[in-house]
């Protein structure tokens, strides 16, 4: 690999870095401290700070020369529900929260490229996201919402993300759909309880949900064109809790993902008609409340075309694959994708254990990896014509 020697040099630096933020992990929009640090740092290196955009995220920004072109560089912050059992020195000292998915080490490689590109000349606006929230709560949208791009916009942002794939590859991109969209939903399955002896005096919640859950089975294997890509999982259902007693209602939560809006718009229209048709049948009522995780995570032609080149320059083309497949695992770096040029990348972790795992470490090695990708994406657009 052909590495910037400069940060490859200053990789202990942020190791230690990495391990101060995994030690003190943060949920999603709590990221008090994390972000403190973040801001901190920043500053020290010369940048311009903002604090606080969706909440708890920070950005900061670096203008040399006088070109309009900008160029945007994410890294995500937040920590996971979950007990860690590692035996790491810097093992995390909160109860049941974790650095589980390597958003300690995106947040420290993005910090590396950014004292390393404040060294460095440039003709242009560099723009660093540091995006709070992103397990599940909408961190990427909050950003978006309190006027990010309006104040903070770029040509172009691009973003990694760390994957124990086991693979021989180093550096994974694809043009088009990287990950999939999640969309959560909550269904209320109302009737009327009852004795379980006089099953005719009430309306079963329970047989309906049941039949519901089958339906909603079909909608992939019925419905979607079998060279798409969905998946419907129902993870929890909640009815009852005695024996002899029918109760008044039953409540399913589910995930739907897909990998083109098109299948995705399909499943969202099949279980409400789904819904509707079995409340009917039994003479029941269906809520359904649904909540949008994320979008398709798309990546554009254009900003892969760019990536594509500076990673056959720095990890050689041979530890490079450029088709992968995409993940049916979401990322709600998919907010940026709907507005701007985006390109998504995966670094393999070297790894076998995968994310969201109690026992799963991030590789340092990663830090200098993904630092260099950030300084020269930023250094050849913001130098060069493209």
Request: charged content about 25%; some cysteine.
């Amino acid at each position: 690999m052909n590495l910037t020697p400069e940060i490859v040099d200053l990789q202990g630096e942020f190791e230690k870095i990495r391990h101060q933020i995994h030690e003190n992990p943060e949920l999603g929009f709590d990221e008090l401290c994390t972000a403190k640090l973040v801001a901190q740092k920043l500053k020290e290196f010369g940048y311009e700070v903002y604090e606080k955009i969706g909440k708890t995220g920070v950005v900061g920004v670096l203008k040399k020369g006088n070109s309009d072109k900008k160029i945007g560089l994410r890294a995500d912050m937040d920590a996971l529900p979950m007990q860690e059992c590692t035996n790491l020195p810097y093992k995390s000292k909160k109860e049941n929260i974790m650095h589980a998915c390597g958003h300690d080490g995106h947040t420290a490689s993005l910090l590396l490229a950014a004292k390393y590109l404040a060294s460095q000349e440039f003709n242009g606006t560099l723009n660093l996201y540091f995006q709070p929230a992103e397990e599940g709560l909408g961190g990427a949208k909050a950003m978006i919402e309190d006027g990010l791009f309006e104040k903070f916009d770029s040509d172009y942002i691009f973003g990694w993300h760390n994957m124990p794939f086991g693979s021989d590859k180093k550096f994974y991109l694809k043009k088009g759909a990287m990950m999939a969209s999640s969309d959560r939903y909550s269904i209320e399955v109302i009737g009327r309880g009852g004795h379980g002896s006089t099953p005719e005096k009430t309306k079963d919640p329970i047989y309906a949900a049941s039949l519901l859950v089958v339906a909603l089975q079909s909608i992939v294997s019925r419905n979607v064109d079998p060279q798409n890509s969905a998946v419907v999982s129902i993870g929890a259902f909640n009815a009852g809790h005695a024996f002899n007693i029918i109760p008044d209602n039953a409540i399913i939560k589910m995930s739907v993902r897909a990998l083109d809006n098109e299948t995705r718009k399909l499943t969202e229209e099949k279980i409400y008609k789904i819904c509707k048709g079995i409340a009917q049948a039994n003479d029941i009522e269906i809520q359904i409340s649904k909540n949008v995780v994320a979008p398709v995570t798309m990546n554009n032609d254009e900003a892969v075309d760019f990536a594509s080149k500076v990673a056959k320059e720095l990890f050689g083309e041979e530890n490079c694959e450029f088709n992968h497949r995409p993940l049916m695992a979401s990322e709600d770096f998919g907010f940026f994708c709907e507005m701007k040029k985006c390109a998504y990348a995966f670094l393999e972790n070297e790894n076998d254990i995968y994310l969201h795992n109690s026992s799963y470490v991030f590789n340092d090695k990663l830090l200098a990896r993904a630092a260099s990708y950030y300084a020269k994406l930023a250094l050849k657009y913001l130098n060069a014509a493209f």
